[in-house]
């Protein structure tokens, strides 16, 4: 196989694909650097709610085919992942379009409507819950119903800083994220024994639109601040965890199972 297309022949699907600046793009379009046919799930809808806005869904998709190596396809859908059955939609649209599927990157998340505990809400923890937790669960199940066990099978959820510090203003998508890095290490003994291999990652703060002055979703001293903590002097980039994630779903990452991987650059929390 050629080292430069290590993903040649295998087909994944990467979910929250909505957004150029996102870290949903950087992945798919890592993976389609790698020789990997894609199916790309987006929900423009979710976007366009929330401050930095929504992309055109035509040019985030023309963007990653203009990427794909010889003989890859590409495919994609918009599903709303917090209706109980879009976790399984996902997946039967996925494989109506490429067949058999090696990889899933569960990169979704749901942004907006959340606060303190003083604040919180069940409708605020149920929302997040739903998109967050239970699509990423569900989905996983029906990827490994129709995984036949071949060499490759790859499963990537996402989590996020509250596995390392507190992230006080955030209570619904904290608990949505750290239920999934809490449960990591018993999925991932479930599905190791089917040949699919599950890592979760947390990217750190990476500046996708919520970071920037103009589109933030958060006041200018709270970035400053967060900037601040990077010895580096920049925020993370979408690329940055899609690098990690990218090598994840290759054969060198196959000794990596049920780990809870955090790429920060060095951010501090204190």
Not at 49 to 69: A, F, H, K, N, T
Not at 196 to 220: E, H, K, S, W
Request: charged share 20%.
């Amino acid at each position: 196989m050629d080292s430069t297309c290590p993903l040649t022949g295998r087909a994944f699907v990467v979910t929250g694909v909505s957004r150029r600046k996102g870290i949903g793009y950087a992945i798919a379009s890592r993976l389609a650097g790698m020789g990997a046919s894609l199916y790309l799930h987006h929900f423009a809808p979710h976007d366009a709610e929330q401050p930095w806005g929504g992309d055109s869904i035509d040019d985030v998709v023309e963007g990653v085919r203009g990427r794909l190596r010889e003989g890859a396809s590409l495919d994609h859908g918009s599903i709303d992942l917090g209706q109980p059955d879009g976790g399984e939609l996902l997946i039967a649209d996925a494989r109506a379009a490429l067949g058999h599927l090696d990889g899933l990157v569960c990169n979704h998340a749901k942004s907006g409507g959340d606060g303190r505990l003083d604040d919180i809400s069940w409708e605020n923890l149920d929302a997040h819950w739903q998109v967050n937790t239970r699509s990423t669960i569900l989905a996983t199940k029906h990827f490994a119903h129709q995984h036949d066990g071949r060499e490759g099978g790859r499963v990537i959820w996402m989590t996020s800083g509250q596995v390392t510090g507190p992230m006080s203003s955030e209570i619904a998508y904290a608990a949505s994220k750290a239920a999934l890095a809490g449960l990591t290490a018993s999925v991932a003994d479930h599905l190791v024994e089917r040949g699919i291999v599950l890592n979760t990652v947390n990217p750190g703060p990476v500046n996708t639109g919520y970071l920037d002055a103009d589109t933030a979703d958060r006041p200018p001293e709270i970035l400053r601040d967060v900037l601040a903590h990077f010895p580096g002097g920049r925020f993370g980039e979408p690329d940055d965890p899609a690098r990690l994630i990218a090598w994840l779903l290759t054969d060198e990452g196959r000794w990596m199972v049920g780990q809870v991987l955090s790429t920060e650059g060095g951010f501090r929390r204190w």
